[in-house]
């Protein structure tokens, strides 16, 4: 038998009034039915809104803090990927009525330790029950330059495909933690569970691309997916090279282990890594970026005449993948 | 049998990208990440963020359209009790699989009809399913000139309290849904239940109160309980006075017949009228102010030196209520 659990006020008094803004939002200690900052003069104002669910997005066991980090972690990768520099977020809280208040003050202290790692502060939000499951749905805002939000959109054939950091880590991730690669051993099966659990968004690396003239996108359906939204929207084709592709060191074995896993690398979710289309021209600069902000790139393709996505492998053949990303219904 | 519902990015297109905002925010038809807008020379931005449940504050049952209005205008209400203008708004959907594509369309169309009607444009938002139940998750953004947003805080003892249109309609609105108003000819019980489904988000008024030096919120969780956050806020308490309320003529009659249903009126949520704190000498102000915007003002009672919320009927007798608001667990 659990206490019974505090009021809307008094939870939020406690939990997650210590979080509110102060720096560049005046939050009100979360009193008021608002919260509000001074935009800063030159800068646009840049917004991106991303639900998680419990049984969907999470585990049902997953820790309240890991929860917390990443919801707010979707999100910043998105504002990494407009070159966005974080400012402030809302968060909606849906509970079922058999969340207990510890579960809350781990929540709280997960986006504690967020805010303080990415300088982004509370702004407000709303909690509520639900007979249904848990939903956390979180509104983040940043600042790019003023008109210089960089788009999915202004690729063209030619253009290079680059990724930041390693692909498939979360893929393979939840593989591990679904059970399914019991080789693993304890070590590589936790670091790959950490990457399906907890995203790690570019934004040292986002707001480096402002000026380099490129599109941009975070890859959170899987690479073959996202990168064929790109290609769309440039009204090309694209082809990755399997043998360009940046893998951590377990992926690489794994895949070289089981080649089919690769498949699972190249079209399971939850990479967050940035994936950056710009004209071979940009390569000195890109690598420039990717060295002033600590974050590997990779060129892995290129955009050409044609539609769709396909990946060759050393020997130019085409890999065949059982589907292209994550359905979200 | 229905259809086998559309994927994520088929239903957005269709159902939500028309409503992508174009005027002053950048949307990119949602094909993007995320959206921008060109802060205006002048002006802080306020944000505000609320969801709403099925089951909890709105009947399964209820038209989506109408589900989609309620979301948006209690983020709106929230919005005109800072004094802002409203600018635009992202949206979260977490779905149940049950819901069909039929109820999407009117979900959007009903947004579409109230970012017309309150000039509000859709910045963006995430559509997600749940094993759970329906919730929409809203946050909305808007503007006040700069160091302008009206707060709650800064009442004090002496202030008179006012509020715009009427109370109780809402909490009324509600018995006669449930079927617990048979008196009530239909004319009376619809009239009624639309105001209980509908708020009528103050955003007229609420931007003219910016230079009048009041304190604001907006009543949602009932009369007695929110002015008791403002008098707190305001280290004093408050007496409401009975005689002064002003009753819709059908809750005037209902309330006259069976008084205990007053108390239902004064501490049932969903009001959305805006309660205004201010000092007697802004009483010709606020009176010129509810002519400007066309909305009725009426002054109900005081600050002054204690703590909590009275309500006096005309013989100076308190009245007793059983609870002093909607409790959100």
Not at 88 to 105: G, H, M, N, S, T
Not at 166 to 191: F, W, Y
Request: include cysteine.
């Amino acid at each position: 038998m659990s206490a019974p659990r505090a009021s809307e006020f008094e939870l939020i008094a406690r939990h997650f009034a210590p979080l509110a803004g102060t720096r560049r939002i005046a939050a009100h200690s979360l009193t008021d039915d608002a919260a509000s900052f001074v935009p800063r003069p030159g800068f646009d104002v840049v917004m991106t809104a991303d639900a998680i669910v419990r049984g969907i997005h999470f585990l049902p066991d997953d820790p309240p803090a890991l929860v917390a980090r990443k919801a707010l972690r979707v999100n910043l990768s998105d504002l990494a990927a407009k070159g966005a520099v974080p400012l402030c977020f809302l968060v909606c809280l849906a509970l079922p009525r058999d969340i207990e208040e510890d579960w809350i003050a781990g929540f709280a202290a997960g986006l504690a330790a967020d805010q303080q790692a990415y300088g982004i502060e509370l702004a407000g939000g709303d909690t509520t029950s639900t007979a249904g499951d848990l939903v956390v749905a979180i509104t983040a805002l940043g600042e790019v330059p003023s008109g210089r939000m960089i788009r999915r959109s202004g690729g063209r054939p030619g253009d290079e495909v680059w990724l930041s950091g390693t692909v498939g880590d979360g893929a393979l991730g939840l593989l591990a933690a679904q059970g399914r690669l019991p080789e693993l051993d304890t070590a590589d099966h936790d670091a790959l569970v950490d990457r399906y659990r907890l995203p790690l968004p570019r934004i040292a690396l986002g707001p480096l691309l402002v000026d380099l003239g490129v599109s941009c996108m975070d890859v959170s359906d899987g690479l073959v997916q996202d990168l064929g939204h790109l290609a769309r929207l440039a009204g090309c084709g694209a082809t990755i090279e399997a043998a360009l592709l940046p893998l951590s060191t377990v992926a690489a074995r794994l895949c070289g282990r089981d080649p089919p896993l690769l498949a699972s690398a190249l079209t399971g979710g939850d990479d967050y890594e940035l994936l950056i289309v710009a004209p071979p021209s940009r390569a000195a600069a890109l690598a420039q970026t990717a060295s002033t902000s600590g974050t590997p790139l990779t060129r892995i393709g290129r955009f050409h005449a044609g539609e769709g996505v396909v990946v060759r492998d050393a020997a130019g053949e085409r890999l065949v993948l059982p589907r292209s990303g994550w359905q979200h219904f």
